[in-house]
């Protein structure tokens, strides 16, 4: 019998509450029972019962990765998936973890919050030794506690390297007012230099933001029946914190990374702050039909690659070093200068910035047509770019203005139009998204039947990369 028929047939036999399997359940009013977690882009950790034991095996590894089509990284995950796969328990379940590293180098598990004996904290040192390379280490725990936690090494560069999973702890007795729809997202952020699939884990400034290992528009839209309650997990690992924002709703926040917060403590907000090491569950009622977005309001993670029209953050022609040495990476200079093309991509706070003619912050001279990409570019007439082949854009002001250019529209084909949870997005939508952005679609009965329709049908991820790539993720 498989392991989900075992599974499956063990729920009937204990009369358990049910919870999220390998395939999200359809929503549905209940009562009394937790519903299929989601979390878009991001597999589960399949498990087996033995001995009463929920038993998950977790492998850490390198994995290679996608935040946008074209955008290859090497990261590091768990099996296969960056963040890694998400581990859904039950309170009170007896859960054992067994942990295999295949990474080149010594890590562990930390449970982040998780009230388990010290010798199960996975903090490398106080508690156990390191894994080592190609070594296995067993993690047993009874877990009481409720709600959104997450496990990830405690080694701090490697968690820089994405390693980080979620953890539910769905409660014996349902939370009230009950959810009808269950959503996760994990925050990350990222430096990744042009020309480099490596993230630099020393910077401090982050050129990619994701949701569950996605930028916008590559992120998955979160599909709620308008009327439904619809709670949304969120928590952060990075070195920032973020402003996550819905637009046209407004939540509450009703969990912290501790557990569930008493309903008298919750109040009115549209925007909360998600702190590093922090989880926020937010919950509202879907009354309005929209294509809502949620996103990180620090403008400078609304960006892939930080492109905006003041060019992008790279050295053209060759490839840059993902970081020098340790000194280089605190920002102390040894030799040279802080802005020479040697030491600027990997001096302390800074992905290497351009010399000076590489960030054309030029006004509109020369001509009101100008190019996307080449900002240095510059005609009276329109046409085609000379360095891109890029249609030249016009300006509706000649004269200079100081700043210029700063942002910039550009008609977008929705090359993401294959995902069954895009259809019905109005033409040109994916320009509007950007780095750590994802839409709530509150939808009419029929247009979320004709999504989950075509979901059934499970289309694939086109082969090739949209030809537009280089606008949300190509190298300049
Ligand atoms: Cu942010």
Redesign the pocket.
Known sequence: MSQRRTFFRRLAQAGAAFWAGAEAAPAQHHTGHNVAFETPDLPKLPHKMVDGWKEFHLIAEVVETEFLPGRKVHAWGYNGSVPGPTIEVNQGDKVRVIFENKLPEMTAVHWHGFEVPMEMDGSVGLGQDPVEPGSKFVYEFTLNQTGTFFYHSHFAMQEMMGMIGFVIMHPKQTFAPAVDRDFGLI?Q?WALLPNNTVPNTLSMEFNW?TLNGKAGPDTTPMIVKQGERVRIRLVNLGM?????HLHGNQFVVTATEGGRVPQAAWCPQNTVLVGVAQARDIEFEAKYTGDWMLH???P??MMNQMVSMVGPMAHSGHAAQTGAGMPEGMGMIRQGGALSPELGPSLGRGLGLAADADRSTSNAVGGAYSCVHHPDVRMSEPGKCPRCGMALVKHGEHKPAPGFPQDMWMVDDDPYNWKPENHGLRKGWSGAMM??MTLVRVVKPELYDQIMALKAKQPKRPATAPAHEHKHGGQA
């Open positions: 925050l952020e933001l920032d914190h973020h402003p996550i990180c309001h620090l400078h993670h780095g750590m």
